[in-house]
């Protein structure tokens, strides 16, 4: 967080730029002034990292006042902002950060805070546009607030989606052709293979993607750089599922969105689909678990019921919500579900159930 003093004898310019820089959560605005002497004397306690000033004052200079602070507390940084050019020079010579001409523009005040933030080591991402890969609930790739992104063609789309399931390793040409073109005659699916690759390639940079995002090197082997992917962020959540702040513990609802690639029917990705799959369930009674210990009733039953319709053969989905309805004496509904699993199995498995469910709705 970034300490901020702006000091302007105008009340209407001060506001202003308060307004301003509001859009930046980083910065912490910690003092306005219209009196510079004022605001040199308690500087010293604020403790800010950044000042700033206007130079034409009646009370006194910013040059001036600008000179006291940095003999007092030369670690802080003073950028001026004013309608007058002349000054700029002057302005440097006592190594202010930067120098802000009335009215500032949002452009060139977003320029100024990335000048301090690098001086001051920060790294902070501002206004930068999110990619985002999304593979439950069916496959998207998008910047934050803008529309997918559209492909040339479903064979091109298969291969990017391959390349994304095997990110991990350095996948051969054969390896793509049998899986992609299994049928297909050699000579003429390796051209279907470099066309797809020089599309994807083609595709990406159309839609604003650089290297650092998305690249594919020699080997195709694709690498994931600065991009938002759910995959990613439900492996991470997961695995700390109980100790999960509220914020977390939705970030990891919203990526339990549906099934991995729902809608997709190629014959590779059964194997994953039925690996996150599982792990779905396997997070879904993890997060009604903790939900049950906060007393967070209604949550728990909303996740529990949604992975239950999905598949209503899982005991431990079963037995936990049986368990939660007996726990409000909701007999009614625990039965309900009760029913509900012993007809899947005697449907899908023609088994009878469990004899631990027996047990739990008889108790």
């Given at each position: 967080?970034?300490k901020?003093v702006?000091?302007?004898?105008?009340?209407?310019?001060?506001?202003?730029?308060?307004?301003?820089?509001?859009?930046?959560?980083?910065?912490?605005i910690?003092?306005?002034?219209?009196?510079p002497?004022?605001?040199?004397?308690?500087?010293?306690?604020?403790?800010?990292?950044?000042?700033f000033?206007d130079?034409?004052?009646?009370?006194?200079r910013?040059?001036?006042?600008?000179?006291?602070?940095?003999?007092?507390?030369?670690?802080?940084?003073?950028?001026?902002?004013?309608?007058?050019?002349?000054?700029?020079?002057?302005?440097?010579?006592?190594n202010?950060?930067?120098?802000l001409?009335?009215?500032?523009s949002d452009?060139?005040?977003?320029?100024?805070?990335?000048?301090?933030?690098?001086r001051?080591?920060?790294?902070?991402?501002?206004?930068?546009?999110?990619?985002?890969?999304?593979?439950f609930?069916?496959?998207?790739?998008?910047?934050?607030?803008?529309?997918?992104?559209?492909?040339?063609?479903?064979?091109?789309?298969?291969?990017?989606?391959?390349l994304?399931?095997?990110?991990?390793?350095?996948?051969?040409?054969?390896?793509l052709?049998d899986?992609?073109?299994?049928?297909?005659?050699?000579?003429?699916?390796?051209?279907?293979?470099?066309?797809?690759?020089?599309?994807?390639?083609k595709?990406?940079?159309?839609?604003?993607?650089?290297?650092?995002?998305?690249?594919i090197?020699s080997?195709?082997?694709?690498?994931?750089?600065?991009?938002?992917?759910?995959?990613?962020?439900?492996d991470a959540?997961r695995?700390?599922?109980?100790?999960?702040?509220?914020?977390?513990?939705k970030?990891l609802?919203?990526?339990?969105?549906?099934?991995?690639l729902?809608?997709?029917?190629?014959?590779?990705?059964?194997?994953?689909?039925?690996?996150?799959?599982?792990?779905?369930e396997?997070?879904?009674?993890g997060?009604?678990?903790?939900?049950?210990?906060?007393?967070?009733?209604?949550?728990a039953?909303?996740?529990?019921l949604?992975?239950f319709?999905?598949?209503?053969?899982n005991?431990?989905?079963?037995?936990?919500?049986?368990?939660l309805?007996?726990?409000?004496?909701?007999?009614?509904?625990a039965?309900?579900?009760?029913n509900?699993?012993k007809?899947?199995?005697?449907e899908?498995?023609?088994?009878?159930p469990?004899?631990?469910i027996?047990?739990?709705?008889?108790?």
């Amino acid at each position: 967080m970034l300490k901020a003093v702006l000091i302007d004898d105008e009340r209407l310019a001060l506001k202003g730029l308060e307004h301003m820089l509001k859009k930046y959560e980083i910065i912490q605005i910690a003092g306005m002034y219209t009196n510079p002497i004022q605001a040199i004397k308690e500087i010293g306690v604020i403790k800010p990292d950044v000042v700033f000033l206007d130079i034409e004052m009646p009370q006194l200079r910013g040059i001036d006042a600008a000179s006291a602070i940095l003999e007092a507390y030369s670690d802080l940084d003073i950028v001026f902002v004013t309608a007058y050019n002349q000054y700029a020079i002057e302005a440097f010579e006592i190594n202010a950060l930067d120098y802000l001409l009335k009215p500032v523009s949002d452009e060139r005040l977003e320029k100024s805070i990335k000048r301090i933030l690098a001086r001051k080591n920060i790294k902070y991402k501002i206004n930068e546009k999110q990619l985002h890969i999304r593979f439950f609930g069916g496959f998207q790739m998008f910047w934050e607030d803008h529309d997918c992104i559209k492909w040339r063609a479903e064979k091109t789309k298969e291969l990017f989606l391959y390349l994304v399931q095997n990110r991990s390793r350095s996948i051969s040409k054969y390896e793509l052709l049998d899986q992609l073109w299994p049928d297909d005659d050699p000579s003429k699916s390796v051209k279907q293979l470099y066309n797809g690759i020089y599309y994807i390639r083609k595709n990406l940079k159309s839609y604003g993607i650089e290297r650092k995002h998305v690249s594919i090197d020699s080997k195709y082997k694709l690498t994931l750089g600065d991009v938002i992917f759910d995959i990613e962020q439900f492996d991470a959540l997961r695995e700390k599922i109980d100790n999960l702040d509220i914020n977390n513990t939705k970030k990891l609802i919203e990526c339990m969105t549906g099934e991995y690639l729902n809608g997709y029917y190629y014959s590779w990705i059964e194997l994953e689909r039925i690996k996150y799959n599982r792990l779905l369930e396997f997070a879904a009674l993890g997060l009604s678990k903790k939900f049950i210990r906060d007393n967070e009733l209604k949550e728990a039953e909303e996740i529990l019921l949604k992975y239950f319709e999905k598949n209503k053969s899982n005991e431990e989905i079963v037995s936990t919500l049986i368990q939660l309805y007996k726990k409000q004496n909701l007999f009614s509904n625990a039965q309900r579900i009760y029913n509900l699993y012993k007809k899947s199995m005697m449907e899908d498995f023609t088994l009878e159930p469990s004899k631990e469910i027996e047990r739990l709705i008889r108790k």
